[in-house]
């Protein structure tokens, strides 16, 4: 039988978050006195039936605590009642685990006529039989008391009841929710939680963990099974002390949990306390602290104090109706002060400040980094977690748009005085927290990896609702979420735009990056750096990848102000490639692959001048265009239109320069184009490009030349491939022929991106430190802008077809996100 399961993680879960003589006859008077749980079971087979089917219950039977319940209640595979039964637990002196077991049927259902292997003997105590039945093994006792037969494992337990039975007491509470409990549910689960401490202990096996006897008096819980878990739905009482944990609560007016919506989509857990009055939480606290005086009131304008787990890093969240004063409170304390993503965030200097002031609530915390959300305050151990917070928020990734949540939603109230969830990871690191570590060890083997669990408490007048629940994570995953992988702080701020490239062993992205001392960097794809190189100059646009040798080993090309370099993998440079240009004043590196057999022309350009170098770092002695009537003003373009080359240079007096292979003209352009500050592309088989007048220019390759007048500002942007046509104009971006209005703002040029068989379209404003994602039928892709202040770059970084992002963050750091 699988009632265990019922048992201990109703108690496990709470930890996430006077008698009176009962007249008529029941069947409580069968049950012991000091029990720690009972179960009140309806219709035994149908329970039974329910406990057999489920999954969850399947999952949880390789728990060693289940195992031992189990054990103990093989004797209950003999019984047979067809009619309501309750099942009660105690620990006796010895620490020893007892059941007993009676039933409403007045005809014996105890069924062992088919049993060949039994023993039966009959033992007398006060004039009543009791049997000794050895069955299989396994010994237990029954008795016949007023009409009603109980089975239990201990003798001493109906030798008890046997002496008791008409002048024993039974609780209050208990006798009035047995009266009151709906016999239409499957069962009902009563925990007195001042008996259950040696039952946790003997389950649990550790002697080291809170005690649910510091939790509540009594749980009273129904019961309900179903393909997607288990649920348990009831009130909490807590009248014997104030210092029961829910007693802090008492008299609050619950308030809607909202801390969780600044979280990370990532988190593992979080919890949620609100109160309606912090001068009544406070006093509360006071009595369940056993203290003098209430605590410092300078938090008298907090409503709601939520922690969570991201990672192995804990947080807190404190949700107030007025910050001025706290704030001003952390100023006055904090140590330094830093910008990040629109935010600041403060170091302070009292580390101890939550715990002194929210405990129980918060404990094993130190506050040593602080900012504030619209009106939360949010505080961390790990400035980098913080800093993970607030690009989750900023992007929209929160809590709120994962299955975590969907899931829980219909499970939950919009308001509740405590509010606790967790994925199983979670659930196990909560676990291990309190010191329950064998059996955070075990659920972890259990393979719940797609299960939620989860716990409401909302007080009422002199109870407490509460639910507890373990929920399978039904919903299909959330496509399109953006998840940060991770930011990465450079030693100054950043000079380039982060670039993905490849590692030639692994074949997955990393990426190169310069900051403003001209420190190159190699960045790993999990964010470790790999090399850092110090340029004598400020990289000139992109960096080059390629294969001098042709054995797959990829190599980096790229010019600064006044020097063409190559560096190989280790961020060494290759010979001859470190070549020096007096003067300075160099374009971007040009790098041409005609036939894409790494027969490589690198073109390097310097005011007139024309310099063409092979994979052995000479000048292409055939190629003749050394040498331009007008200054080159950015690096050319090579372009194959039905297979011929095109060289495409862009002059200072408006004209273009193309050319062939050789260096000679191509096509002749005696037209000059008033450029536009946006780069040459073929679009529709034509070399297209735009001028400051907004016109699109289009040269077919018999140097016909159209011009159509698009109607843009000065300043717009211009991206096109063969077929797609990106143009960003004030806050207009067309794509194609579709058209989206974006908030105002200044936006960068847009860029078209082709991955894993998809267009994507990036533009970015810069003003407002936005980035938007668009698919080449101007479709938002979701969860999108992010926050940032730079052009993205994308590709596809590992193996799992997903691609990523990077973009920079603050002057001096950059994120990397995966689009799901």
């Known amino acids: 039988m699988k009632v265990k399961i019922l048992l201990i993680f109703s108690v496990l879960l709470s930890l996430q978050c006077s008698p009176e003589k009962e007249y008529e006859t029941s069947l409580l008077q069968f049950m012991p006195e000091n029990a720690s749980a009972i179960i009140k079971i309806n219709d035994y087979n149908s329970f039974t039936a329910a406990l057999d089917d489920n ?62 292997d039994k023993k039966i003997e009959t033992l007398q105590h006060k004039d009543f039989d009791i049997k000794k039945y050895t069955v ?11 009409g009603k037969e109980v089975l239990s494992s201990s003798i001493t337990i109906l030798k008890e009841l046997i002496s008791s039975f008409t002048t024993r007491n039974t609780n209050q509470q208990l006798a009035k929710f047995y009266r009151v409990s709906d016999p239409s549910k499957l069962a009902h689960l009563w925990i007195n939680l001042n008996y259950s401490d040696v039952l946790l202990q003997y389950l649990t096996e550790t002697r080291t963990a809170p005690l649910p006897s510091g939790f509540a008096d009594w749980l009273f819980l129904d019961i309900s099974l179903g393909n997607e878990g288990l649920f348990l739905n009831g009130i909490s009482t807590a009248e014997a002390s104030e210092t029961n944990y829910l007693s802090l609560f008492t008299g609050a007016k619950p308030l809607a949990n909202s801390t969780f919506e600044m979280l990370p989509a990532n988190v593992s857990s979080f919890a949620s306390y609100t109160f309606s009055d912090y001068t009544s939480f406070s006093t509360n606290q006071m009595r369940y602290l056993n203290q003098n005086t209430a605590l410092d009131s300078l938090f008298n304008t907090i409503e709601e104090i939520g922690t969570a787990q991201l990672g192995k890093e804990p947080l807190v969240l404190m949700k107030t109706f007025g910050t001025d004063q706290i704030t001003d ?51 961390a151990q790990d400035k980098k977690v913080l800093e993970k917070v607030i690009i989750a928020y900023k992007n929209a990734n929160t809590i709120q748009t994962t299955n975590l949540f969907q899931n829980i939603e219909a499970l939950t109230t919009e308001a509740s005085s405590i509010l606790a969830i967790a994925n199983a990871k979670g659930f196990e690191d909560r676990l291990t927290e309190y010191n329950f570590i064998e059996t955070a060890k075990q659920l972890g083997e259990a393979k719940l990896s797609d299960y939620i669990f989860g716990s409401e408490i909302i007080s009422d007048a002199g109870f407490f609702h509460s639910s507890y629940f373990i929920k399978k994570n039904s919903a299909k995953k959330v496509k399109n979420s953006i998840t940060p992988l991770f930011t990465l702080h450079l030693d100054a701020d950043l000079r380039s735009v982060p670039q993905f490239v490849t590692n ?87 790098v041409f692959d005609y036939e894409g057999k790494k027969d490589y022309r690198f073109v390097v350009t310097q005011n007139q001048k024309v310099f063409m170098y092979n994979n052995k770092g000479k000048i292409v002695s055939g190629f003749k265009f050394t040498s331009a009537p007008e200054s080159i003003i950015e690096a050319p373009q090579h372009f194959k239109i039905d297979r011929k080359d095109y060289l495409v240079f862009k002059l200072a007096n408006n004209t273009l320069k193309i050319l062939n292979r050789v260096g000679k003209v191509r096509i002749k352009t005696n037209e000059k184009i008033p450029f536009s500050d946006n780069s040459i592309n073929v679009y529709q088989n034509k070399i297209s490009l735009t001028s400051n007048k907004g016109l699109l220019y289009q040269i077919d390759t018999k140097g016909k030349l159209s011009k159509t007048d698009l109607g843009l500002q000065v300043d717009h942007g211009f991206d096109a491939t063969s077929k797609t046509l990106a143009i960003m104009d004030d806050n207009v971006l067309r794509i194609r022929d579709k058209e989206v209005s974006l908030d105002l703002g200044v936006y960068s040029k847009p860029t078209i991106f082709y991955i894993n068989d998809k267009i994507y379209v990036s533009v970015t404003d ?47 750091s950059f994120t990397v996100y995966k689009i799901n």
């Open 55 to 116: 999954e969850l219950v399947k999952k949880l039977q390789t728990l060693d605590l289940s195992k031992k319940i189990s054990k103990l209640l093989v004797p209950l595979n003999y019984a047979q009642p067809s009619q309501e039964a309750l099942l009660g637990f105690t620990i006796d002196s010895l620490q020893k685990l007892n059941f007993t077991f009676t039933a409403s049927d007045t005809i014996p259902y105890l069924q062992l006529s088919e049993v060949t």
């Open 136 to 146: 299989e093994g396994h010994d237990f006792f029954t008795i016949k008391l007023n």
């Open 329 to 379: 409170y952390l100023k006055a304390k904090r140590k330094s002060a830093e910008a990040f993503q629109g935010s600041e965030i403060w170091e302070l200097g009292d580390a101890s400040l939550l715990v002194d002031t929210f405990r129980p609530l918060v404990s094993g915390f130190e506050s040593n980094y602080s900012s504030v959300l619209e009106n939360t305050l949010i505080f």
């Open 504 to 590: 030639h062993r692994t074949k997955m992205g990393e990426l190169i990056v310069q900051d403003m001392d001209n420190v190159l960097y190699l960045v790993s794809n999990n964010g470790k750096v790999l090399w850092k190189k110090e340029l004598d100059g400020a990289l000139q646009g992109k960096v080059h990848q390629v294969d001098l040798y042709k054995n797959g080993k990829l190599q980096f090309a790229f010019t600064t102000n006044n020097k063409f370099l190559i560096l190989d993998r280790n961020g060494k440079e290759v010979k001859p490639f470190s070549i020096a240009f007096p003067g300075g004043n160099l374009n971007p590196l040009a």
């Open 766 to 812: 810069i003003q407002n430190q936005k980035s938007y994602l668009f698919d080449s039928q101007a479709v938002p892709v979701p969860n999108f802008p992010i926050y940032g202040s730079s052009v993205i770059d994308m590709a596809n970084i590992d193996s799992d077809r997903k691609p990523e992002l990077v973009i920079k963050e603050q002057d001096n």
